[in-house]
Nanobody, 127 residues
Framework: QVQLVESGGDLVQAGASLRLSCAAS????????MGWFRQGSGKEREFLAT????????LYADSVKGRFTISRDIAMKTTYLELNALKPEDSAVYFC????????????????????WGQGTQVTVSS
């Protein structure tokens, strides 16, 4: 059974950068795609980015394109999200998720497309 563990969240000042990591368990790991989402306190879950595992093609939410970068290391079974020029409104719990098979019908910018989720890592950006 695949498990995902996020790390790298921190308390930082506005303008800082962070790199979040999402490590997958198991001897082998070959999802269709990996996604990053975030959810601020009292707010809706928000799609951020997706990377297709095999080819590395990426999709971004318009709200973060140009400031956040998703990547993956196939050998390390790890997905990353680089956060740049952080703002207080970026404060949230950041989650990674796997679409294990690619056989669902839900679009990849929706949480329902993903079947495995990590526990989340807290990012807090102070003014």
């Amino acid at each position: 059974q695949v498990q995902l563990v996020e790390s790298g969240g921190d308390l930082v000042q506005a303008g800082a950068s962070l790199r979040l990591s999402c490590a997958a368990s198991g001897r082998t790991f070959s999802p269709w795609a990996m996604g990053w989402f975030r959810q601020g306190s009292g707010k809706e879950r928000e799609f951020l980015a997706t990377i297709f595992w095999s080819g590395g093609n990426t999709l971004y939410a318009d709200s973060v394109k140009g400031r956040f970068t998703i990547s993956r290391d196939i050998a390390m079974k790890t997905t990353y999200l680089e956060l740049n020029a952080l703002k207080p409104e970026d404060s949230a719990v950041y989650f990674c998720a796997a679409d294990s098979t690619g056989r669902g019908s839900t679009p990849l910018d929706e949480a329902g497309a993903y079947d495995v989720w990590g526990q989340g890592t807290q990012v807090t950006v102070s003014s």
